[in-house]
């Protein structure tokens, strides 16, 4: 009972900690920009006044910018939904487990009145008379959702309706969500409901062998519903590739589906009359034309497939891109993109890891899984660049890959799975990371000195940052080569510590990017930690909805103190 | 007052959950149980966890206990005829037509064409268990493992339960 008391007080105390760090930051960013917020209302003024012109306005404004205000609400919204997610997956599993001590009609009304409660208490939140918490909302809508969704499974479980109607378990579930989608308009019901219909998709498919008309149809729908948004057509067509990909089991078959559906979105295009999409919906056509012809090439004459699929991959991946800078937009193309880019590296990479195993797969697709690694690391650095462009691109780009590089390996070495399997391998595997860790470490020596040279970098390097990181990784090396008992502590600490640190850095110099990936990373962290500490000792229904329950507790501590910042930086502007 | 859009969802997902009660009522309402003798295997379900796939004699099609030509406007159902065999039911022979109500019998589907071998499903093919069981059943074939089914007038079927609680004490 004591340690059970003791539990609880050290999860609320962590849930406090753990919200008020990033609060604190947002805090201190905005602050920052109190003055270029001022000398924005001057020029104004200015401008009000025609003492200067529309072209010198602009320019003064672009030398006071303003943070990106809705970029914080977007990782808000992402740890809320991952929280929800969680819970959804632990009440998904606690009804698959199938538990008999429980009775059947407790289990239903439980998951019922849950449901209910989420979505009744969501749609509260999310409302105009109460906007402290409306991104809480938001996800207590998703959650009732989730929920009502483990209501439909566990009446298909307990009445025994076959496997084969799980066609119609999600059917239904999707029709009860559109209300939701198209009245209360959630967003996150929106992609539920994407991501549902795929499923649908292919638990049709079990059923329905030639009616894949079917889930093409309810896409087709879901266009309509998509309103012109960018994203969302982006990820049903993404979704549409993808279940083309992953359900078909013949490439001609593949390639066909993609072929309609981007037929559809061109079409879809033309007939709505938006001339500027035109590019997002012929580009994958192009990309579809071109992987049947390699199809061909590979069918009728096998040593031009190679270098054929080379181009092919290279293209894939580097026209949108440059197509995304062109335009300036990063929506709709970015999914199209995600949806062959998953399917390119999990086609070589399946094979490959095959090969790697000692199966019978063709070694070179190995390699190229490596190729498409490297090309997914390329396109992250242009997206980047693309969306925190405002100020020191090149700086604050490489900044945040320098650290995602660093990170990346430290965060391998710090999970028991990655200590364990380097020690069942030898030492290779370790080995590798070392050599990864070295590659990051002079790479983040080099960057932050070079790079202020060549972009015109009024302000002085932050030797104290570089110093604590070279710090942080040499403990490692150290812990790693004559420490290796406690090195899984070490590492462990050394993460966190620059994972904090990147607060502090992003805070001095003004990059907000870093400051996101700080964020993404220590979400990450704890996930992992929780992961490698509670996942044996706990059902694993438990498991995901301490998780989950942690994570919304953890929104609603940010959320709730950057209201009340917000509301005392409002009255201080007012006074 | 104006109601909230919420509750106007809540009442629509009620009256669902209602229709889904009303669908099982209405298939439990008319039709009879009868005792089938499958052989399982252990899969596991994305959504709804462990279940047992039954196969029984009746899920293959067999030319030999056809009576009757197979017709050119075949359209996937085909009815089960079973007869009793003391302790559960057997396949008797496959038709066309329906058969009559003093007859027991299943209606099946055969979504991939009518030749010997082919697959025929009644949608009791799948049943449920508490997580990690599902080794209990693969252990029970050969012990007269039973399933009780429901089926109503039409040869609708669903599964009730199963004997294997007392097989195993």
Known sequence: ?575 | MKIPKSIWIVLFWIVILAGMFGFQNQKTRSGYDIWVKPVPVDPRDLFRGDYVIFSYDFSTFRKSTLNEPIPEDFQKTVYAILKNDETSYLLDKFTFTKPSKESVFLKGFSPGGLYDGAPITYNIESFFVPEGTGTKFEQAIGENLLVKIHVNPNGEAFIKETNINNLSE
């Open chain 1, 1 to 575: 009972m004591f340690y059970g008391l003791l539990a609880i007080l050290v999860v609320l105390v962590l849930i406090f900690v753990i919200g008020s760090l990033p609060t604190y930051f947002f805090f201190q960013h905005r602050q920052k920009f109190n003055h270029s917020a001022i000398m924005q209302m001057e020029f104004q003024a200015l401008l009000e006044k025609e003492k200067i012109d529309i072209e010198t306005y602009q320019k003064l404004v672009s030398l006071y910018p303003l943070p990106a205000k809705r970029n914080a609400v977007t990782l808000l919204q992402i740890v809320y939904i991952v929280g929800s997610i969680l819970i959804g997956i632990g009440a998904i599993l606690f009804i698959a487990s199938n538990w008999q001590q429980m009775a059947g009609w407790f289990k239903l009304a439980l998951a019922a009145v849950l449901s209910f409660v989420a979505l009744l208490l969501g749609d509260y939140f999310k409302q105009k008379r109460s906007r402290k918490l409306p991104v809480l909302g938001e996800s207590l809508v998703l959650l009732g959702s989730l929920l009502w969704g483990v209501v439909i499974i566990f009446l298909f479980q307990h009445y025994q309706w076959s496997v084969s109607y799980n066609w119609l378990l999600v059917g239904i579930w999707i029709i009860s969500l559109l209300p939701i989608m198209i009245w209360m308009k959630s967003e996150p019901v929106f992609y539920l409901i994407i991501i549902l219909s795929f499923i649908f998709g292919i638990f049709c498919q079990n059923l329905l062998a030639e009616h894949y008309w079917i889930y093409l149809l309810l896409s087709i729908a879901l266009f309509f519903l998509a309103k012109g948004n960018r994203v969302k057509e982006g990820i049903i067509a993404g979704t549409q590739i993808a279940f083309g990909f992953t359900c078909l089991e013949h490439v001609t078959e593949a390639v066909t589906f993609w072929l309609l559906t981007s037929l559809f979105h061109l079409l879809f295009c033309i007939l709505r009359k938006r001339k500027e999409d035109l590019i997002y919906a012929l580009v994958p056509l192009i990309l579809a034309g071109f992987f049947t012809l390699i199809y061909f090439l590979d069918y009728y004459q096998e040593k031009h497939w190679m270098w054929m699929h080379t181009v092919f991959v290279l293209l894939a991946l580097l026209v949108p891109i440059y197509l995304v800078y062109l335009h300036k937009s990063i929506a709709g193309l970015i999914m199209w993109l995600t949806a062959g880019y998953l399917f390119l590296w999990g086609y070589f990479f399946s094979r490959g890891l095959e090969a790697y195993w000692g199966g019978s797969g063709h070694s070179t697709y190995f390699y190229e899984a490596h190729f498409g690694y490297i090309a997914g690391i390329i396109l992250l650095v242009m997206v980047f660049m693309l969306v925190f462009q405002k100020k020191n691109p090149f700086y604050s780009t490489w900044l945040f890959m320098t650290q995602l590089f660093l990170w990346i390996p430290v965060f391998l070495l710090s999970t028991k799975w990655g200590t364990e399997w380097g020690g069942a391998v030898g030492d290779k595997y370790l080995e590798r990371m070392n050599w990864i860790l070295v590659l990051a470490l002079i790479v983040v020596t080099f960057i932050p000195v070079v790079i202020p040279i060549l972009s015109n970098r009024e302000k002085k390097l932050k030797w104290s940052y570089l110093a604590f990181t070279w710090f942080c990784v040499a403990a490692i090396f150290v812990s790693l080569l004559w420490w290796r008992d406690y090195s899984i502590f070490v590492i462990n600490f050394a993460l966190l510590f620059m994972i904090i640190q990147s607060f502090f850095w992003s805070y001095e110099e003004d990059l907000p990017a870093l400051f996101y990936l700080g964020m993404v990373a220590l979400l990450v962290f704890i996930l992992l930690r929780y992961f490698d500490l509670f996942w044996s000792m706990m059902n694993r229904s438990v498991f995901f909805i301490v998780g989950g329950v942690l994570l919304v507790g953890i929104a609603v501590v940010i959320e709730r103190q950057r209201h009340h910042l917000d509301r005392s930086e409002e009255k201080h502007e007012n006074s």
